[in-house]
């Protein structure tokens, strides 16, 4: 079973439509979780911390329920340059350090 | 933002060559540098994390001979290839690590596309 588990998509939805991401981590000991951003052939993008009591930047709403080791990112209003692979990542401690396990991701395409 | 950069974005080469990756944090100094490979639809895989002055930390299944990493500065990380094969053609990125009091980040390169003939 992978750590984490995401929904490979592709997501394909209207301009203006609300999507919602799942994932699942199995390690209980993540601390933090994220939500990364990966366009076609880049390196990953920080797109936003997930906490317990949720949190939300601008049309991205982010959400971890701990208890069943859940978390998801919805998007409002989808625009066109949402159009991305969204990678789900937790982060685990190791001695003095940490590392970041992330998802396959689920990619989202965006049609006008 | 805290910029990395990595050198070359993109290599060819032929079976049995080795290929060097440098990763460097251009305006901070990491703690620690990470080595990630991504395969086609595949998601990021840690493959070692870096400290500098000290010997790397490879995860399980990581060859650590055939991926040489050497730390040698706090902005400077490079990773080796050694007698490249064509499965080991992906898309390899580093990440260099800022942690203080209160913040602790990874900043990640622009990656670099191995292409083994």
Known sequence: RKEV?????????????????????????S???FWYRQDCRKEPKLLMSVY?????????????????????LLIRDS?????????????????????????????????? | GAVVSQHPSRVICKSGTSVKIECRSLDFQATTMFWYRQFPKQSLMLMATSNEGSKATYEQGVEKDKFLINHASLTLSTLTVTSAHPEDSSFYI????????????????????????
């Open chain 1, 52 to 72: 317990s009591s949720g949190n939300e930047d601008g049309r991205f709403t982010a959400q971890l329920n701990r208890a069943s080791q859940y978390i998801s």
């Open chain 2, 94 to 117: 580093c990440s260099a690590r800022i942690g203080g009091r209160y913040t602790d980040t990874q900043y990640f390169g622009p990656g670099t596309r191995l292409t083994v003939l």
């Open chain 1, 79 to 112: 625009k066109l340059s949402d159009s991305a692979t969204y990678l789900c990542v937790v982060r685990q401690q190791m001695d003095s350090s940490y590392k970041l396990i992330f998802g396959s991701g689920t990619r989202l395409l965006v049609r006008p």
């Open chain 1, 5 to 29: 588990e995401q929904d490979p998509g592709p997501f394909n939805v209207p301009e203006g439509a609300t999507v919602a991401f799942n994932c699942t981590y199995s390690n209980s000991a």
């Open chain 1, 31 to 33: 601390q933090s979780f």
